[in-house]
């Protein structure tokens, strides 16, 4: 099959080779895996006779680290190639079982590895000092060893660390009682559609509604959706009431001054961070109420309201490509970064690290993958689309990273934390975005690549901070003792949604329940990383854009997981704790903003 064809989709075998992964480099057949899936195991039994014994000298020590690392590459090696075989064809009977036994192996594989961390934490005062001063082997492992031994003042004892994990399920429930509700309970009415068809709203079939070009859509579509959670208001609100109190429980019983506190620990990161997203956010809202009157004028609207946010200020242009001319044109605009970095990448679409195609059976969505010891590999369902062009950029620039990670580190600091990992994949599409704007000269094509890039820093720089501040608020009014209803978590999301709209948007009672469909208010302040990994990009993008050298860059995808995040950053040159990376990504969105005003 080549790219090209059309009609139905094409068997697994139809696909062209050349636009295959190249599983077969992590294992020749199954029965090549099935050896290492065996060691595997036999390596998770081996690894216990440590247990117990860690404290006895510098070399038990290493010994024991450097059977650790062994083990997981192999299973690395082993779970990655069932995952990708599962993922290229979901029918395979065969892979879907060696998935199931893969996920069995990475659960033998945590119990078999769980007596380390509490091991190390044990030992008196110092004794991991002086191993480490003893024995040069263990130097590779020093970041590890710190990052463990920094969780010495927040770790209980024994019998309090074994009533904390009991207590872990219910920590779980008010997520799944707010995934059951959301998703299986609740249901809601039809509305009419552009057609004049009598159809189902749905979480799906939403975001589509609130961008249509006919307001009656929109807005029909936005009171049955917030008018069905209404009705639930209370329910949400004890969900979410008890995510609360269960963070702020963990929080205190290990020695935390706050839940915010506690959930940027395992970052390393300090509360000022977070505080410092929301504050320079905060002092540089004009450029979004600037967008929001742009909207209101363009769309001809007497009073912009809430459910116009999402209305297309441009209409949608149809840019197509081949997959080669994408490869071509991302390559050219990631030109920048380097000779080395072109080269690495040019490989990974000759080395076959990519799954290019749909085929019957497969997964569908994007992700990059791989482990210490194999290619990374890259799942795509690509359709010609700039949207899909921009996922084989966003998708290489994960795979980049862990490529360098996976080359210049050591199996103990290769992997890179959630808090790094988007900067490497969101630079590459800010370098992509600012290639086509180079060389795109047709109007309404510039028009459609701004807002898109416009509608993103949006989305995820002003909405996710928006989040981030509510779920702030909420922990901090509840640890001061102050009940919150579910008015209470409205009028507060209605506040912030004027706030961070400006005068203009005509805010109503409906959107006030907004906060109750969404998922992050469960991740334990999650979203801020959002906004500091775009920023963090948007920053680096520009210097290497102005022709600053790249080489700290470079050594920013080697560093992995080296040191800690805001550290590894600040050695490419991007201080988190100071404003300057949030204010240059808004005057990336202001300067984008004034070319949009001038064009229409």
Same mark, same amino acid.
């Given at each position: 099959?080549?790219?090209?064809?059309?009609?139905?989709?094409?068997?697994?075998?139809?696909?062209?080779?050349?636009?295959?992964?190249?599983?077969?480099?992590?294992?020749?057949?199954?029965?090549?895996?099935?050896?290492?899936?065996?060691?595997?195991?036999?390596l998770?039994?081996?690894?216990?006779?440590?247990?117990?014994?860690?404290?006895?000298?510098?070399? @038990?020590?290493?010994?024991?680290?450097k059977?650790?690392?062994?083990?997981?590459?192999?299973?690395g090696?082993?779970?990655?190639y069932?995952?990708?075989?599962?993922?290229?064809? @979901?029918?395979?009977?065969?892979?879907?079982?060696?998935?199931?036994?893969?996920?069995? !192996?990475?659960?033998?594989l945590?119990?078999?590895?769980?007596?380390?961390e509490?091991?190390?934490?044990?030992?008196?005062?110092?004794?991991?000092?002086s191993?480490?001063?003893?024995?040069?082997?263990?130097?590779?492992?020093?970041?590890?060893l710190?990052?463990?031994?920094?969780?010495?003042?927040?770790?209980?004892?024994?019998?309090?660390?074994? !009533?904390l994990?009991?207590?872990?399920?219910?920590?779980?429930?008010?997520?799944?009682?707010?995934?059951?509700?959301?998703?299986?309970?609740?249901?809601?009415?039809?509305?009419?559609?552009?057609?004049?068809?009598?159809?189902? !709203?749905?979480?799906?079939?939403?975001?589509?509604?609130?961008?249509?070009?006919?307001?009656?859509?929109?807005?029909?579509?936005?009171e049955?959706?917030?008018?069905?959670?209404?009705?639930?208001?209370?329910?949400?609100?004890? /969900?979410?009431?008890?995510?609360?109190?269960?963070?702020?429980?963990?929080?205190?019983?290990?020695?935390?001054?706050?839940?915010?506190?506690?959930?940027?620990?395992?970052?390393n990161?300090?509360?000022?961070?977070?505080?410092?997203?929301?504050?320079?956010?905060?002092?540089?809202?004009?450029?979004?109420?600037r967008?929001?009157?742009?909207?209101?004028?363009?769309?001809?609207?007497?009073?912009?309201?809430?459910?116009?946010?999402?209305?297309p200020?441009?209409?949608?242009?149809?840019?197509?490509? /081949?997959?080669?001319?994408?490869?071509?044109?991302?390559? @050219?605009?990631?030109?920048?970064?380097?000779?080395?970095y072109?080269?690495?990448?040019?490989?990974?679409?000759?080395?076959?690290?990519?799954?290019?195609?749909?085929?019957?059976g497969?997964?569908?969505?994007?992700?990059?993958?791989?482990?210490?010891?194999?290619?990374?590999?890259?799942?795509l369902?690509?359709?010609?689309?700039?949207?899909?062009?921009?996922?084989?950029?966003?998708?290489?620039?994960?795979?980049?990273?862990?490529?360098?990670?996976?080359?210049?580190?050591?199996?103990? /600091?290769?992997?890179?934390?959630?808090?790094?990992?988007?900067?490497?994949?969101?630079?590459?599409?800010?370098?992509?975005?600012?290639?086509?704007?180079?060389?795109?000269?047709?109007?309404?094509?510039?028009?459609?690549?701004?807002?898109?890039?416009?509608?993103?820093?949006?989305?995820?720089?002003?909405?996710?901070?928006?989040?981030?501040?509510?779920?702030?608020?909420?922990?901090?009014?509840?640890?001061?003792?102050?009940?919150?209803?579910?008015?209470?978590?409205?009028?507060?999301?209605?506040?912030?949604?004027?706030?961070?709209?400006?005068?203009?948007?005509?805010?109503?009672?409906?959107?006030?329940?907004?906060?109750?469909?969404?998922?992050h208010?469960?991740?334990?302040?999650?979203?801020?990383?959002?906004?500091?990994?775009?920023?963090?990009?948007?920053?680096?993008?520009?210097?290497?854009?102005?022709?600053?050298?790249?080489?700290?860059?470079?050594?920013?995808?080697?560093?992995?997981?080296?040191?800690?995040?805001?550290?590894?950053?600040?050695?490419?040159?991007?201080?988190?704790?100071?404003?300057?990376?949030?204010?240059?990504?808004?005057?990336?969105?202001?300067q984008?903003?004034?070319?949009?005003?001038?064009?229409?």
């Amino acid at each position: 099959m080549t790219e090209n064809s059309k009609g139905r989709v094409p068997l697994r075998e139809e696909i062209d080779q050349k636009y295959k992964w190249d599983v077969e480099s992590v294992y020749a057949d199954d029965v090549a895996w099935e050896k290492d899936f065996h060691r595997a195991g036999q390596l998770a039994e081996e690894i216990q006779q440590f247990a117990g014994k860690l404290g006895q000298d510098a070399r @038990t020590l290493l010994e024991c680290l450097k059977l650790r690392d062994e083990l997981s590459v192999l299973a690395g090696k082993v779970i990655v190639y069932s995952y990708l075989r599962q993922d290229e064809d @979901t029918a395979n009977t065969k892979h879907q079982g060696m998935a199931d036994r893969a996920r069995s !192996l990475r659960i033998q594989l945590m119990t078999a590895l769980a007596f380390i961390e509490p091991e190390l934490l044990s030992l008196a005062e110092g004794v991991v000092e002086s191993f480490l001063e003893q024995e040069p082997g263990l130097a590779e492992y020093r970041h590890y060893l710190d990052n463990v031994l920094r969780r010495k003042p927040h770790t209980l004892s024994p019998q309090e660390e074994k !009533l904390l994990s009991m207590a872990g399920e219910l920590d779980a429930a008010p997520y799944n009682i707010f995934t059951m509700l959301n998703n299986a309970d609740m249901a809601f009415p039809e509305i009419i559609d552009e057609d004049g068809e009598r159809v189902e !709203l749905s979480h799906g079939r939403f975001i589509k509604f609130m961008q249509s070009k006919d307001r009656r859509v929109r807005r029909e579509a936005y009171e049955a959706m917030y008018t069905t959670y209404g009705k639930y208001r209370n329910t949400f609100a004890a /969900s979410l009431n008890s995510k609360i109190k269960g963070g702020i429980f963990f929080a205190r019983a290990r020695n935390f001054n706050n839940a915010l506190e506690a959930s940027l620990f395992e970052d390393n990161i300090p509360v000022a961070v977070y505080d410092n997203v929301v504050n320079t956010i905060n002092a540089n809202l004009e450029p979004l109420h600037r967008y929001v009157r742009l909207k209101k004028r363009v769309l001809g609207l007497d009073e912009i309201a809430m459910y116009d946010i999402y209305a297309p200020l441009v209409p949608e242009v149809k840019i197509e490509m /081949s997959f080669e001319e994408a490869r071509d044109l991302i390559l @050219t605009a990631l030109a920048p970064l380097g000779e080395d970095y072109v080269s690495n990448a040019s490989q990974g679409f000759r080395e076959r690290w990519m799954d290019v195609f749909e085929n019957k059976g497969k997964r569908s969505g994007a992700y990059s993958s791989g482990s210490y010891g194999t290619k990374p590999f890259i799942l795509l369902n690509y359709d010609n689309t700039l949207n899909s062009v921009f996922t084989v950029a966003h998708e290489l620039g994960h795979s980049m990273h862990t490529y360098y990670s996976n080359k210049f580190q050591p199996p103990s /600091s290769a992997s890179y934390p959630i808090f790094l990992a988007e900067v490497a994949s969101t630079l590459n599409e800010a370098l992509l975005n600012a290639h086509l704007l180079k060389i795109t000269q047709d109007k309404q094509k510039r028009l459609f690549i701004i807002n898109e890039y416009l509608e993103t820093i949006r989305g995820t720089v002003y909405r996710q901070t928006m989040f981030a501040e509510f779920e702030r608020e909420i922990y901090a009014r509840t640890e001061a003792g102050q009940p919150l209803t579910n008015e209470d978590f409205s009028r507060l999301w209605r506040e912030l949604n004027q706030k961070y709209y400006g005068p203009e948007m005509q805010v109503d009672e409906l959107i006030g329940m907004e906060w109750a469909r969404i998922p992050h208010f469960y991740y334990d302040f999650y979203v801020y990383k959002y906004v500091t990994g775009f920023a963090a990009a948007t920053c680096l993008a520009q210097r290497v854009l102005a022709g600053q050298e790249v080489d700290s860059y470079l050594e920013f995808l080697k560093s992995g997981g080296s040191d800690y995040p805001l550290q590894t950053l600040k050695k490419a040159g991007v201080d988190m704790t100071t404003a300057e990376p949030l204010e240059t990504t808004l005057a990336v969105f202001a300067q984008l903003l004034t070319e949009l005003e001038q064009l229409l």
